[in-house]
């Protein structure tokens, strides 16, 4: 059973950075491609980063240049490096594997950037 926990989330102004991690377990991290989506208040889910198990990315083109998504096999973590926050960056952010239904993800981690 796939098991995600987000840490890293918090406060910051715009302009400032922030780094979400992810320690997944229950599966195969280094076969795995792995996510980042974000749900602001009274918006859809939007897909933001994504890193494929041979470690090409891909980003939403609004953090293109902003973001940097990571992996580390060995420690089962996967991260999101955050610069430049925006305010329309704020909300909840979730790491998922690809494929994994919303119902087994993990609690999110609320990201809030002040204008």
């Known amino acids: 059973q796939p098991k995600l926990v987000e840490s890293g989330g918090g406060l910051v102004q715009s302009g400032g950075s922030l780094r979400l991690s992810c320690a997944a377990s229950?599966?195969?991290?280094?076969?795995?491609?792995m996510t980042w989506a974000r749900q602001a208040p009274g918006k859809e889910l939007e897909w933001v980063s994504k890193i494929y198990s041979d470690g090409g990315t891909w980003y939403l083109d609004s953090v293109k240049g902003r973001f940097t998504i990571s992996r580390d096999n060995a420690k089962n973590m996967v991260s999101l490096e955050m610069n430049n926050l925006h305010p329309e960056d704020t909300g909840v952010y979730y790491c998922a594997p690809e494929g994994l239904p919303r119902l087994s993800w993990g609690q999110g981690m609320q990201v809030t950037v002040s204008s």
């Open positions: 229950g599966f195969t991290l280094s076969l795995t491609a």
